[in-house]
C-alpha cells in the first residue's frame, strides 16, 4: 500500500555541528536499510530546499506511523501524509 | 531530469458525458504513451481525490511544458511543478 | 485500518430540487448500507456546515477510493482524507 | 452532546527528556481517566505526526473548555474545536 | 450554552431582485422572532460587508444546527461556528 | 460604537510562573474596571484555546487603541479588530 | 475618524459594456461628491490591479457602512474595513 | 510616485526596555525628518496593532528601498510595499 | 525602474476558440511591440500553467499600470507586481 | 535551463555582528563568481524586504541544488524555486 511523503527539516540553529552530523548519519542509515527492505521506495531531494518526497509501501497505516516517528530527524520534521492508490491510466505494475 | 507535479481536475458541472468521456480516453491514451516512452515514469490516484501525483523525466523544462500542456485536460486542470534531484540517502540508481 | 474523512458539498445552485433529493437519496442508501457493512464506521454532521467528519475502516487505500468515488455526491464534493493509527493512550481495543 | 477536536503538540527542543516523560505519563493517565468515563469518546493518532483527532461527549461546551485547559500538555499544544451533531444519515445511536 | 457564529451571504448575481427581496424578508423575520426568543442573543452588521457576526444561547449543538440550517439564506451562506464557555475575568452574569 | 475584538495570548515557555500570575492579575483587574464602565460590554472564552472573542463600545478608534495597548497582556497577544454596526435586523437597542 | 478600506472589482464576465460604464460613471461621481465632502479623504488605483487603497474620514462606523455598501460597484466589491488611529510619530495634524 | 507600505512591528521578547527605547526614539525621530521632507507623506497606526499603514512619495524604488532599510526599526520588521498610481476618480491633486 | 510581474491567465471555459484567438494574438504583439522599446525587459513561461513572469522597465508607477491595464488579456488575468532595485552583489549593469 | 528563485534571509537576532558580514561578505564573493560564469543571471532586490528575485541558467536540478545549498547564507533562507522555459511572445533569444 503506497503513501506520498513530504519531510521538511528544520535543525535548530544552536544545534552543534558534531550533533547533527550524528544525527544524519544515522538518518542516513535508517533510511537506507527501509529502502533496501522495499518499504521506503522512493526519495528524492526537493530542489533549493532541506526536504524531500517519499513514496512508501507499507502493510498498514500503523507500520508507516512506526517507520515515520523511528526517523532520527523527527523530531525536528515537519511531515505531511497522503494515501495513494493504483491510477486508471497507470502502465506500471509496480505502482499499487 | 525528474519532476514531481500535482495535477487537480475540475470538470465544469454542465459537461455533456460523451464530451468528458471522449476527453478522458484521449488523456489516457497520451499518458500511457508518454509512460511507455519512460518520460511519465510515475502516476498514483491521491485517494478520495480526483488528481494525481506524478513524477515525469525528461530532457529539459521546456519538454516538460510541452508535455503538460499537450494534456487533452489540461484547460480543466490546476498543476504545480517541483524540480528534483537526486537524494544523498538514496540507494536508487534511477531515482535521479 | 482507519481513515478520517472530511466532506464538503457545494450543489450548484440551478440545479433543480428534483434532481438534489434524488441524489441525495442514494447518498443516504449507500451511507448507510456502508455504515451496516462497518465500512464506515461513523459519520458526523458539523454544526452549521453541509459538511460531515467520517471514519472509515477498510482493508486497503483503494478500497478506500473505491467507496469515496462511488458516492452519488462525489462529483459535487471536495474531499479530504488522513490516515489514522491507534493512539498509545486509547484504551478502546476497536479503535485501531 | 459531541465534539471533534484536533490537538498538535509542540515540546520545546530543549526540554530535558526527564519532565517531557513526566508530563507524557500524567497525560496518559488522565486521558484514559476520561475515557473510561465515556467523555473522551474516542482518540486517534494522526499518521507521521505528533498529532491526533478526539471526539469528546460532554455536558456543555465549559465542560470541555475545562477538560481541555488541564491537559498536562495543554501549554504545548495548539488545540481546534468544531462541534458536532447526529448526521441524518447515520444509523448509529451512539453518535449523537 | 453560547456560540459566536459569522455569516457571510453570496447571493447568485443573476438572482432576479424580487426574489431576493423575498428571501431576506423570511430571513429578517426568522431572525427577529429567535432574537425575540432569546435563543439568538446579538446580531451585529460587518462594517463595509455582507456578512454579520451573531452570538446565540442554545441548548445543544444539534439545536443550532437545525437554527442554522433553517436559516431562508443558508443555500447562500458560509458559516464557521466557535463555540464559547465564561470567560474567568467576565463580570457579566448573562455571559455564559 | 461598538468592535469585535479577537485576543490570542502567547506566553513565553520560559516565562517565570510568579511573573505570568501578577501579569494575568493585573489583566483581569484592568478587564473588570472597563467591564464596570462598559466600554469592554463582553468577554467570551473560545472553547480549548488561551483566546477571547470581545465587544468593545468605545467613541472612538483611539480610544480603543489606547485601551487595548494598555492591557497588561498586550506584549504577548495577537490581536485582530473589525468595526461593527447595527445589523438591519436586529431587534436590540444596545446592540449598536 | 481614519479608516483604511480597500476595495477589489470583479464584473461578471459577460456583464454588457453599456451596463458596465453605466454603474462606473455613477461610481465616479458618488466617489467625487464625497472625496469633496471630505469624508473620503484619498483614493489610489492598485498597480496592475481593478483595486484602490481608500482613506476614509467618518462620524463613526454605521456612517462608513453606509457609504459603502451605497457604492453603486457595492455587489461587485470585496471590501476589507481596518480602523486606524493618529501614529505617535505622525507629525501631520489631519492625519488622525 | 506614490507607495503604500505596511509596517508590522516583532521585538524580541529579550530585548531590554533601555534598549527598545533608544532604538523607537531614533526611528522617531528619522520618521519624522522624512516626513518634513515629504517623502514619508503619511503614517497611520493600525488599532490594536504594532503596525502601521504609511505612505511614502519617492522618487524611485531604489531611493525607497534605501528609506526603508535605514528604518532603525527594520531588522525587527516585516515590510509589504505595494506600488500606486493616481485613481481616475481621483479629485485630489496630489494623490499621484 | 524595474518591476517583478506574475501574470496568471484564467479565460472563461465556454470563450469561443476564435475570440480566444484573436485576444491572444493581439496580445503578443502587444507584448512584442514593449519588448522591443526595452519597456517589458523579460517573459518567462512558468512550466505547467498558462502564467508568466515578466520584468518591466518603466519611468513610474503609473506608466506600468497603463500598460497592464492596456494588454487585450487583462479582463482574464490575476495580477501581481512587485518592486525591484538594484541588489547590491549584482554585477550585472542594467539590472537596475 | 532557465529557474526563476525567491530567497528569503532571516538572520537570528542574537548572531554577532562580525560572523553575519562575513558570512555576507562569502555570499557576495560566491555569487559575482556565478555571476561572472554565466550561471546566476540576473538578481533583483525586493524593495522593503532582505529577499531577492534570481535568474538561474543551469544545465540540470541537480546543478542548481548544489549551487543554491552552497551559498554561505542557505542555512538562514527560505528558498522557492520555479521551472522557467521560453515564453511563446518573446522576442529575445537568450530567455530561454
Redesign the interface.
Known sequence: ?????RMDVHL??DMPAAIGDEIKAR??AY??EL??SGKWR????????YA??S?FDVA???E??DI??ALPLF??MK??????????????ES??
Chains 1, 2, 3, 4, 5, 6, 7, 8, 9, 10 share one sequence.
Open positions: 500500500m503506497l503513501f506520498h511523503v535548530p540553529a538518518e542516513k533510511s537506507q529502502q533496501r522512493h526519495i528524492w531531494r526537493i530542489v533549493g530546499e524531500n518526497y513514496i498498514s497505516n500503523a508507516l506511523h515515520l516517528t523530531p525536528y511531515i505531511e501524509v497522503t494515501p495513494l492508490c493504483r491510477h486508471p491510466s497507470s502502465i506500471r505502482d499499487e
